[in-house]
Structures are given as structure tokens and as C-alpha cells.
């Protein structure tokens, strides 16, 4: 691939802060949830990596409600797990997708 005319390539260079920040973040979504979450359409949200996969795959009208904007907006801030837990539990019930009768009694 040739450069564009007047536009000079930069190879792009991951700085060792840029991949702490990365695996650091990897980290946070690869904890487990307070408990699983069972869903209506047969899957378990067990990781927080889980709830984002889930989360990605709702339609817009779901995506828009206050109850998913605030559980994402948690993720993005990397806030406690169980917090994280609690405000994904409440969206799901909210939108009748939580499995009421599967969740775990704690």
C-alpha cells in the first residue's frame, strides 16, 4: 500500500503505559460477577466481559434506557464488581430478561 500524496506514515508504536492500561483493563473484564446472572433467552452472564458481549447485542431501543446507560457507564469507569453486578441485575430485571427463578439466592 502506497501513501497517500502529502501524508507522511507514521508507524504506530504501543507505548508500555498504553499496554499496562490495556492488560490492566483486560483484567477488570475478566472478573467474575457478584453471582451469575441467568437470562431469559438461556445464557449467563458469569464475567463482565459477558455483560459487554450482552450488552452490544440489545437494540437501541433497550441500549437508550437509563437502567443500561448507568450499567455502562459503571463498566467504563471500572467501578467495584459487585456494584457493576447490582446495576446489571436491576437493567435485566427491568427489561424482564432476568431468569428470576434461576438467580441464586445469596
Known amino acids: ?15 508500555d503505559k498504553t499496554k499496562s492500561r490495556r492488560f ?10 457478584d453471582r451469575p446472572l441467568p437470562t431469559k ?9 459477558a455483560a459487554c458481549d450482552d450488552m452490544t447485542s440489545i437494540g437501541n431501543q433497550r441500549e437508550r434506557r437509563q437502567q ?13 464488581v459487585v456494584t457493576v453486578s447490582r446495576a446489571l441485575e436491576l437493567a435485566l430485571f427491568m ?3 432476568l431468569e428470576v427463578s434461576k438467580v441464586p439466592a445469596k
Open 1 to 15: 500500500m502506497r501513501p497517500q500524496k502529502g501524508r507522511i506514515r507514521r508507524p504506530y508504536v504501543r507505548s
Open 41 to 49: 433467552d438461556g445464557g449467563t452472564l458469569r464475567t463482565i466481559h
Open 95 to 97: 427489561d424482564a430478561k
Open 68 to 80: 443500561w446507560q448507568r450499567a455502562c457507564n459503571l463498566i467504563l469507569a471500572k467501578a467495584n
Open 24 to 33: 490492566a483493563y483486560c483484567a477488570y473484564l475478566s472478573e467474575n460477577l
